[in-house]
């Protein structure tokens, strides 16, 4: 998406700049056909064949170099050189007395100057500004000196003269077209940050939780929530990854954390991490909700005949067949971001994250692939949903002191 944005506004802006570029290149022909003095004839023939040429291959490298930088500001660069050329013939050629070049002149300047402002890049405004208005200002001195000024007073009056005025229009006018380009470059930056944003938000949220997670406020803050939180783990993938190849081990963990956090997603969860063939999620994270343990317990059940189906299609076209294991557990929790001074993290911690992962672990042990704790069922706004659900009264949990009293589904026969 982000190089997306990237090419239509480098698009755009190739559009503008070639448009542009023909009104100035008509309006150099209309200079030279308005005529002048046969002193300034020379100057303006030059221009005109000069700028065609530079013209044609703008657009050229524009359409098959485009993003070069390099090539931008060369152009800009002769850009700014063909309008001192032009004002080297209005001030200082030997025709500088005839002012009826004065409109024609200044438009191609301003032209330009609105083209450089229209390639969005403050560097560029400057570079032609700078470029225009040094020459500018070097030619009006060398005028006024020429002009025969005696001492300083008439050097001054002869420099700040209606010409003068016309150079600080100018620069007020370049002045203008760079904060412009500047706002540009922010607006498009924090666009484009918005959007990577969003993309990383959108690996582990599901949309409306990202949604309401650009909008800021407190969601990101530290704090203790209820939370729902499932553990997904892939039985005997170790042994697996030990003889796989890389692109099957690749395609294997692609496809299953693809469907995996997708369902999550479908039932507005969180995937908050991938670890290997594991998946940890949350429901109820940034904020809680009431059914966060119905929501998440449809996810399990939805989860299980899902990877069932899995295992079956990749057993019968010769894909190793794995066995997928869940644990579920409703608690408090503390989540949001976890900022370590090097890496930030948007996570959740505390005893219902390990109970999770302990009941995960269960059910691997119980050949059961759906293990949930009777703090989740407790926590259920509707009736639990029909399965042939067995109990266990007093787990006990690896690590942990007090045991828990859960319910499972026993594996189906596998075929």
């Known amino acids: 998406m982000t190089s997306t944005l990237h090419a239509r506004w480098d698009f755009a802006k190739e559009i503008r700049s070639s448009a542009l570029r023909f009104v100035a290149f008509a309006i150099l022909i209309a200079n030279l056909l308005l005529g002048g003095s046969e002193g300034t004839r020379d100057t303006h023939y030059v221009v005109v064949i000069a700028y065609f040429i530079i013209s044609i291959v703008s657009v050229a490298t524009a359409l098959f170099l485009p993003g070069r930088f390099w090539l931008k500001t060369l152009f800009v660069v002769l850009d700014g050189l063909l309008v001192a050329a032009i004002l080297y013939a209005y001030i200082l050629a030997p025709a500088s007395e005839d002012h009826n070049l004065t409109t024609t002149s200044l438009v191609v300047g301003f032209v330009l100057l609105i083209h450089a402002g229209l390639q969005l890049d403050r560097r560029l405004v400057l570079t032609f500004s700078a470029i225009v208005l040094v020459s500018w200002v070097v030619m009006l001195a060398i005028s006024a000196v020429r002009h025969g000024a005696r001492d300083v007073m008439a050097l001054l009056s002869s420099f700040f003269s209606q010409d003068f005025g016309l150079t600080v229009s100018f620069g007020f006018t370049a002045f203008a077209t760079y904060l412009l380009a500047r706002d540009h470059d922010r607006t498009r930056n924090e666009a484009l940050e918005a959007d990577q944003r969003r993309r990383n938000l959108s690996r582990f949220f599901s949309p409306l939780i990202v949604a309401e997670l650009q909008k800021g406020g407190d969601a990101f803050g530290l704090g203790r929530r209820n939370a729902t939180i499932m553990f997904v783990d892939l039985r005997d993938f170790t042994r697996f ?21 997708q369902t999550i997603f479908d039932h507005g969860g969180t995937v908050d991490k991938f670890i290997g063939d594991g998946v940890m999620a949350v429901f109820g994270q940034p904020r809680p909700m009431e059914n966060d343990a119905d929501r998440a317990l449809a996810c399990a059940l939805d989860l299980v005949d899902a990877l069932d189906d899995w295992r079956n299609h990749n057993l019968s076209n010769g894909y190793p067949a794995l066995d997928a294991v869940i644990g579920l557990h409703y ?59 067995m109990s266990l009264k007093s787990a006990a949990l690896a690590g942990r002191r007090l045991p828990v009293d859960v319910w499972y589904l026993p594996r189906q026969t596998q075929a």
């Open 331 to 389: 608690g408090t929790v503390v989540g949001g971001v976890l900022d370590s001074g090097v890496h930030s993290e948007f996570t959740v911690i505390g005893d219902a994250v390990n109970v999770a992962q302990r009941l995960e672990t269960l059910a691997k042990s119980l050949d059961a692939p759906l293990v949930i704790s009777l703090a989740l069922i407790e926590r259920l706004q509707g009736p639990i949903p029909t399965a042939e659900w």
């Open 241 to 261: 990854a030990e003889t796989a190849t890389a692109g099957d081990l690749a395609s294997v963990l692609a496809e299953y954390r693809r469907f995996v956090s």
